[in-house]
């Protein structure tokens, strides 16, 4: 009798035993949950706000900067002594921001689709320092229509300073120099930009063959982010 007694005694505890396992288990459980949770409620809410900064921060006529994926972009990056190869100009349009850009052809995209498109989502936002005071509302709609008027262009793979084909930097600086009156960045010839990398050399020879135009006027990116009138606003 006594063993029965034992045996029920030890089966009971180890039942106890158990159930204290099983819920210092499920509390971990919980807590772990709890903490995940709380942690991807830190993240939205930082996402969040980054996302308020970025359009509290922004403003008609920006000029944004970005290391292109695409197959020049390295090209024009070593030419220029650059960090960047791919810009365009910011406009609110029905309630939400759009770049114009000079790809194939001339659109307007999504901010959001923008920064995706760039190298590590990296972009960096610069204003005319001037802008409070000499880019007026009407001024500022004055360069939206221009920029309108270059959409659908074809994006100018030999980079030729008519209006007939249309680049990145050659899009920002007409917009500025016909909407607002002002230049953006320093105009150069070709033969001024660092042609002996081989990078640069193969993309030359691949767009003009040996008849590369070396007196064309040509505006770049690098150009346009190093002008001294611009200010950084944002940088993410």
């Not at 042609?195 to 063959?209: D, F, T, W």
Request: charged fraction near 25%.
């Amino acid at each position: 009798m006594w063993k029965d007694s034992f045996y029920r005694k030890h089966h009971i505890s180890m039942n106890k035993l158990n159930v204290v396992r099983i819920l210092a288990i499920a509390t971990l459980l919980l807590s772990a949950a709890c903490s995940n949770e709380s942690e991807q409620k830190v993240t939205r809410q930082s996402h969040e706000a980054s996302d308020i900064q970025r359009v509290d921060s922004l403003m008609d006529g920006d000029i944004l900067f970005q290391i292109s994926t695409s197959g020049q972009g390295k090209a024009i990056q070593l030419a220029t002594n650059s960090p960047y190869s791919h810009c365009g100009i910011l406009f609110r349009e029905n309630n939400e921001w759009m770049v114009f850009e000079g790809v194939q052809p001339v659109k307007k995209t999504k901010l959001s689709e923008w920064i995706n498109r760039g190298d590590g989502q990296h972009y960096v936002s610069k204003r005319h320092k001037d802008a409070a005071s000499l880019l007026t509302k009407e001024v500022k709609e004055k360069m939206k229509e221009e920029a309108k008027k270059l959409l659908g262009k074809n994006y100018d793979l030999t980079f030729e300073w008519n209006d007939d084909r249309i680049y990145c930097s050659e899009l920002v600086y007409k917009i500025y120099q016909r909407g607002a009156g002002l230049s953006v960045g320093t105009l150069q010839k070709l033969k001024d930009f660092n042609l002996n990398s081989p990078v640069v050399g193969a993309k030359l020879k691949e767009r003009y063959g040996k008849n590369i135009p070396l007196n064309e006027t040509v505006i770049s990116p690098g150009a346009i982010f190093a002008d001294s009138s611009l200010v950084e606003i944002l940088s993410e």
